[in-house]
Every structure is written in C-alpha cells, then in structure tokens.
C-alpha cells in the first residue's frame, strides 16, 4: 500500500541548532506539503513542494520526486518551532487526497 | 479573510447521539475535506468534495455522512456517535485538485475537539 514515512520521530535540540527532517514515500506523487503543528494545535502551511527547493525565511525544503523523499531544514531554531512536523502527500491513484506521515515531534529547548 | 472556520471548537458528546460539525471557507476553493487525528497520530481522510454537489469517501468514512450543498458549507454528521470517534477533526480546503498546481495546496481550519463518552 501507499506509504509515507518520517524521520525521525523525535527530536531535542537546544535553541539554535540546525535540523534536517526526512519524507519518504513510496510512490509517485503529485502534491507534497510540510505542516507545522503548533502546541495548541493549529495546522500551520509551511510548504507546497511536489518537486524542487524553495525557501521562507530559516526554514527551506526539497524535494526529490525520482527519488522518493523530500527534507525539511530548520536553521537557527527558536523555542516557537517547537511542535510537530508533518508531511502528507497526495498519489495520482489516491484521487488526489493527502495521505499524512506520523510527524517529527521537535522540541527546542532554550 | 478569515479563511476557514469550523463549529463548535469543542464539544462532549453522549454515545448515540447525532451531531453536526460545521465547516465554512470564504476562499471560493472547489475542493473541501474532513480529516480526524487521533492522538499522536498523523490525520487521516473521512469525506471529501471536489466541488459542490459532488461527495466521496476517505480512508475511514464508517458512521459518518457529509453534503455539499454550496460552495462554502461542508457540514460532518456523526449520526450516533461511538466512543472511537473521539477525536480532533479537522476541515481543509484547496482550490482545485490534480495535476501538480499549487492550487491543490490544502488548507485547514482550527480544528474540532470532539469527546464521546
């Protein structure tokens, strides 16, 4: 079956280090986006990135569609990027509907 | 613009009962979604809509319905509500669906908070 997997599942830093998180997926995809989940539980779009690299601010991702995975980067971390990060992807065969990952709980301690 | 909205915030709720989960999004998007995230887990699809007047199953679409009677409203009934439909759900929307636009960029509303006892 379809599958998306993240990694890893847990991860302290202290405020500002640097983050790599990791998606991959098992199939061919036609929309890939990474969320933020705040404490209090809002939803937050961070990016839309089926393929390629694109930045905002401290945080940038890529995404290698041949290759199966995309990776999150967080620079600099501050205390407020603290929660869990989410992928989901959607598959032409899934009729388009996001299919999520089991999230990367980041806490960044001061 | 406030995006996308849902009601209640929370709710408790007896096992038997009927309830409807509100979800409202003034973007004009075609497509609408309900999703349920149980805890420490990643959402998972109920309905969705690819534009009004037309509804589909999710991945866990037992002992709910939906209706997309307009653009904007796309109300969630539990019909008789069980213990395991404890949960948050969520409601999300996207302009469109297919292909690899942009516009297929789901977004979500603030959530439902959602006990059966």
Redesign the interface.
């Given at each position: 079956g379809i599958q998306?997997e993240q990694s890893p599942p847990d991860l302290i830093l202290q405020e500002g280090a640097n983050s790599t998180l990791r998606c991959n997926f098992s199939d061919s995809v036609?929309?890939l986006?990474w969320?933020h989940q705040n404490p209090w539980?809002?939803?937050i779009?961070l990016f839309?990135i089926?393929?390629g690299t694109k930045q905002n601010g401290r945080l940038s991702a890529t995404t290698v569609a041949t290759e199966r995975y995309s990776l999150l980067y967080i620079s600099s971390s501050q205390t407020t990027d603290s929660g869990v990060y989410?992928c989901?992807v959607?598959f032409p065969d899934s009729?388009?509907?996001?299919?999520?990952?089991?999230?990367t709980k980041l806490i960044i301690k001061p | 613009i406030a995006g996308i909205t849902q009601a209640p915030t929370s709710q408790i709720l007896a096992a038997g009962r009927r309830m409807t989960l509100r979800c409202t999004q003034d973007m004009r998007h075609n497509a609408m979604?309900w999703?349920r995230q149980d805890l420490g887990?990643?959402?998972?699809?109920i309905h969705?809509s690819n534009t009004a007047g037309t509804t589909?199953k999710?991945?866990v679409p037992d002992g709910y319905s939906v209706s997309r009677a307009n653009t904007d409203d796309f109300p969630l009934t539990l019909a008789s509500a069980v213990p395991s439909q404890t949960s948050?759900y969520?409601c999300a929307s996207s302009d469109s669906?297919?292909?690899?636009s942009?516009y297929?960029?789901?977004?979500?509303g603030?959530?439902t908070?959602l006990t059966v006892l």
């Amino acid at each position: 079956g379809i599958q998306v997997e993240q990694s890893p599942p847990d991860l302290i830093l202290q405020e500002g280090a640097n983050s790599t998180l990791r998606c991959n997926f098992s199939d061919s995809v036609n929309n890939l986006q990474w969320f933020h989940q705040n404490p209090w539980g809002q939803l937050i779009n961070l990016f839309y990135i089926p393929s390629g690299t694109k930045q905002n601010g401290r945080l940038s991702a890529t995404t290698v569609a041949t290759e199966r995975y995309s990776l999150l980067y967080i620079s600099s971390s501050q205390t407020t990027d603290s929660g869990v990060y989410f992928c989901a992807v959607s598959f032409p065969d899934s009729n388009y509907q996001l299919i999520w990952g089991a999230g990367t709980k980041l806490i960044i301690k001061p | 613009i406030a995006g996308i909205t849902q009601a209640p915030t929370s709710q408790i709720l007896a096992a038997g009962r009927r309830m409807t989960l509100r979800c409202t999004q003034d973007m004009r998007h075609n497509a609408m979604y309900w999703y349920r995230q149980d805890l420490g887990l990643g959402l998972r699809l109920i309905h969705y809509s690819n534009t009004a007047g037309t509804t589909g199953k999710g991945e866990v679409p037992d002992g709910y319905s939906v209706s997309r009677a307009n653009t904007d409203d796309f109300p969630l009934t539990l019909a008789s509500a069980v213990p395991s439909q404890t949960s948050v759900y969520f409601c999300a929307s996207s302009d469109s669906v297919g292909g690899t636009s942009s516009y297929n960029e789901q977004f979500f509303g603030p959530g439902t908070r959602l006990t059966v006892l």
